[in-house]
């Protein structure tokens, strides 16, 4: 799943260039080429497909040359992660009806890649020729409020827990609850389920969404594929994979695990994450000196200087025609710098 | 004179872009080249001499292309402004010994231009065909320690006063009883003198340089002269003019006015000139949007944004490959960051 926007991190991303494409640690390889990278370990890169917007169709192939065309599912309009599912579970089903999928957002960081990819075998034969979803759940090292938390019950096949409850974001004395019960665990918004089960899945509890699919399946994996998806897609419910199918399914399942995991939601989360000099200062990408600072992130293109003197607890980003220096305390507000910078007369290039 | 150096103003000045070429206000126009466009207003630009150092005279020839190659004065090393001056005097005395001529430096601004050039002409027609020696002196507006200062008597020939005294850079205290007392002005280094005055006074109280360019004087203004310059260059005292002969000579008059006047010494000095917004933020040459922020000065280039949150009192540049950030307090202290920068590896990009 490679089709996301999003303004937090600001001007790194843009709405020509969201995160998932972003190079974030001078690697060479952006998140959405390391989860493919990643995949490509378990997977024949023939058998992944990216769904994502259209207008992303050239970064996508810019940035996965050994990609067919027909490997890039491209919807025509946002409809959240349950109509994306549904496409690619509907593409897969034309090509074989009895093959198992994982689903994975392309713009998530994985530290620990033995572990998640011995996870993700165990987790593909767990739910091969089964009717179980599965989900992978981290272990929470803070009691975050801005992530799904997934509760595990005693009961399950070895790791393989069943789930009783799927909580959306908690408050922060909600969230000190979960963490400390040891029974909560983050949704980590991969997924996997054989081809069979997560459609009968949606035909149970998004009908209409499976409706529409059902529809169009004699055209899937043919030349009239996109036309028919422009058609529907559109008319598509705009829900997520959790609402829609995985709070209200049986036999759901969590493999709980340490993989370094991150969704990289904010710089605060970049911040937390990276390696950090003697004052808690991070560099990412540039070179810096720093001066009477401490627990800053700063975020320069490659082979950039930053000289700081004075700052404690910021966020410095520069990217292409933009500067951003705020608190990481108030990063919250990025979002409405961004709205205002779109409310500038012309805006167009900064956005 | 557009020999200086300097990185009080890095990262947007650098060693081969020294201040004097920088356009501080985004108006396409660089110090060096709004002081040739202000002097051409009264001396034929034919007549306009610029002294500076070899390494800039590529710089000097694309920022002022109608100049001819004969009116830049290269320097082969740096001798402060007695050297400097001795220079161009000489070629003017090879050309024309009963001339009149006006220094200036190359990388101050002047905000009231019809008033400055008035005192030029006004100047000019004082020192023509007399022996007298004049400079510009600015009316203090703040105590200000970074400067010389002229005392000014009451004798003399109307606004033209005989100076008293030169006192270079005075502690605060000082600077204090120099600005109530009203007697005292600032040394713009703006000097105008018959070409014959001052080859008489480098005679006197720098005989040892006046012998240099006596020695020379057959060669000036012709194909020879720069391999003649090159090789009394070096050995010349390296001593301003106030020191060399201001402070020592008779009939040294001070015309006093209030010109809009900056030597643009520093980046503070750049925000105390420049307007403001409600926060008293000023920005320069970019766009910025700013948050809980007030007394900084942004500067990036054209067309770029900032955006700013929760700062107080900071200078921001950006420019090329580096960014500075920096308490504006604390300004005296860029001079020690460039320092570093030099002592990085792989530094030369960046200073």
Known sequence: ?????????????????????????????????????????????????????????????????????????????????????????????????????????????????????????????????????????????????????????????????????????????????????????WNSGVFMWSVETIYNAFKEFLPDIAAKFLEISSVMNTDREQEFINEIFPSCQNISIDYGIMEHAKSVHVLCGDFGWSDLGTWGSLYDLSPKDDNANVTVKCKSLTYDCSNNIVVLPEGKLAVLQGLDGYIVVESDNALLICKKDDEQRIRQFVNDVNLMPDNENYI
């Open 1 to 185: 799943m490679a089709g996301g926007v999003g303004s937090r991190f600001w001007p790194f991303s843009r709405n020509n260039r969201p995160k998932q494409f972003l190079d974030f640690f001078g690697t060479g390889r952006s998140l959405l080429q390391m989860t493919f990278d990643r995949f490509a370990k378990v997977v024949p890169a023939s058998n992944i497909l990216i769904v994502t917007n259209q207008s992303y169709k050239d970064m996508i192939l810019e940035q996965l040359p050994l990609l067919k065309e027909s490997q890039i599912l491209l919807e025509p309009n946002r409809r959240n992660t349950a109509p994306c599912i549904a496409y690619a579970m509907s593409r897969i089903r034309a090509i074989n009806p009895k093959a198992s999928m994982v689903v994975a957002p392309a713009d998530h960081l994985i530290t620990k890649e033995i572990e998640f990819l011995n996870a993700i075998e165990r987790g593909l034969n767990f739910v091969t020729g089964t009717n179980n979803l599965l989900t992978l759940g981290i272990k929470p090292n803070r009691p975050e409020t801005g992530y799904g938390y997934i509760q595990a019950s005693d009961e399950g096949e070895g790791d393989f827990k069943k789930v009783k409850t799927f909580t959306e974001k908690p408050n922060l004395e909600l969230a000190k609850v979960f963490m400390e019960s040891g029974e909560f665990f």
